[in-house]
């Protein structure tokens, strides 16, 4: 299972989504003092992190059946897309007194380890595939 890359991709975007549970998204500089917003204090944080985690999550672990494993990879890397497009929605709409954090961009590092694992998964797919034609085409000659 895990000597293959897009399994090594999955398992990073499993993780850095997971780390965004227990992580700030930003922090609210007021005169004094300083304020933490986390991820799981917005409600639409917390579904679109809980989809895209849980997907991943499943991607992961399914690696016997690859199109499923696809499919996940694919809905995980959309749904952290739109996450990352909330995340921007709500950067430019904030004032000057909330400065986010360096992990804001883990969704789209997601996104890009995702797209990297579909291209594995396909590519594991069609050599899998390719073979099985190849040794479907000798047994029915013989």
């Keep these: ?3 293959r890359v897009q399994t090594l991709y999955l398992g990073i975007a499993v993780a850095l989504l997971a780390t ?3 992580s700030d998204v930003a922090v609210i500089i007021t005169p004094g003092e300083e304020q ?4 799981v204090e917005k409600t639409e944080y917390v579904i679109l992190l809980a989809v895209a985690l849980a997907s991943s999550a499943l991607a992961l ?6 199109m499923f494993q696809l499919r996940m990879a694919a809905v995980s890397a959309v749904v952290s ?5 909330w ?8 004032g000057e007194e909330l400065v986010f954090r360096y992990n804001a961009i ?6 890009i380890l995702l797209v990297l694992a579909i291209r594995g998964i396909f590519a594991d797919e069609l050599m899998v595939r390719s073979a099985s034609h190849l040794r479907g085409g000798k047994r029915r000659r013989q």
């Design 1 to 3: 299972m895990w000597q």
């Design 36 to 39: 933490r917003v986390a991820y």
């Design 20 to 22: 965004l549970f227990f």
């Design 61 to 66: 672990f399914s690696f016997r059946r690859r």
């Design 87 to 94: 995340l921007v929605h709500d950067y430019f709409k904030a």
């Design 81 to 85: 897309l739109g996450l990352q497009g």
């Design 106 to 111: 883990f969704p789209v590092i997601c996104v």
